[in-house]
């Protein structure tokens, strides 16, 4: 019974094993240094951004294709004239809609898929190259006038966002409803990261959304990532 019970342990741990292997072949999470380097060692890469055409032309990583992950129809029909038998680099913004494309690429079959760990504001934040269309992306701020921003009588508060930023979104409508019955006390300024990429990377902005809370001039409170209304609230107070 003891052998027995060894060999079915031996099985299921070799088992184990062999998903653990399989996985780990299929889909990596690379940080933006080891996604660029892992680039360099494939003989003609193929980079996917699955971010919205408009994101892509905004910035995007040398000799990338756009696939748009949001328009899936089209996502479906391009993918599938893919080799999967071939290694992919696909990216987003901050890395959840390319955590969706590699686990859908995954479940058709594609066997070697490495995903860009927050996505393209960690690469912008490495100080990688990127491909820019001048004429779709605006100056932005610049670091004097975001300072500027702050100087003001009233409590500022200002929300770094993306259009294509899920939690983003979700806070869009509480922050207009402060901007509205707080205008007295309060000045709401939001500032969208993809028109203002210089800004956010000399404030070392490298993830959305991000709220930054000025009292008498002075920067009192940031916060990065989702936030409910009521704490938002509680700091204004």
């Known amino acids: ?13 070799f088992f184990v094993s062999s998903l653990k292997g399989q996985n780990k072949d299929v889909k990596r999470l690379l940080s933006a240094v080891e ?5 360099m060692t494939i003989t003609k ?9 408009e994101e892509f032309t905004k910035g995007h990583l040398p000799n990338a294709v756009n696939f748009d992950w949001n328009n899936s129809e089209n996502f479906e029909n391009q993918t599938a004239k893919l080799d999967k ?4 680099f696909i990216y987003c913004l901050s890395g959840s809609r390319s955590a969706d494309a590699s686990e859908k690429l995954n479940r ?59 939690p983003c979104r979700k806070m869009k409508p ?14 709401v300024i939001r500032i969208n ?23 008498n001039k002075e920067l009192t409170w940031s916060n990065v990532g989702f936030i409910t209304k009521d704490d938002v609230l509680k700091q204004l107070q």
């Open 193 to 215: 990261a993809d028109d203002n990429q210089k800004l956010c990377k000399e404030l070392n902005i490298d993830a959305l959304p991000v709220l930054k809370l000025f009292k």
């Open 174 to 187: 509480y922050l207009e409803e402060i901007a509205n019955n707080m205008k007295d006390k309060v000045e």
């Open 108 to 166: 058709n079959g594609f066997k070697e898929i490495y995903d860009l760990k927050g996505g393209i504001l960690k690469w912008r934040a490495a100080n990688l190259p990127q491909v820019i269309d001048t004429k779709a992306t605006p100056k932005g701020l610049t670091k004097k006038q975001f300072d500027e921003l702050a100087n003001s009588k009233k409590i500022v508060l200002i929300d770094f966002y993306a259009d294509w930023c899920g």
């Open 85 to 88: 038998s071939k290694p992919y």
């Open 1 to 13: 019974m003891k052998e027995k019970a060894l060999f079915t342990l031996m099985i299921l741990s």
């Open 35 to 39: 996604f660029s380097e892992k680039i």
């Open 45 to 53: 890469p193929v980079i996917i951004d699955v971010r919205t055409r």
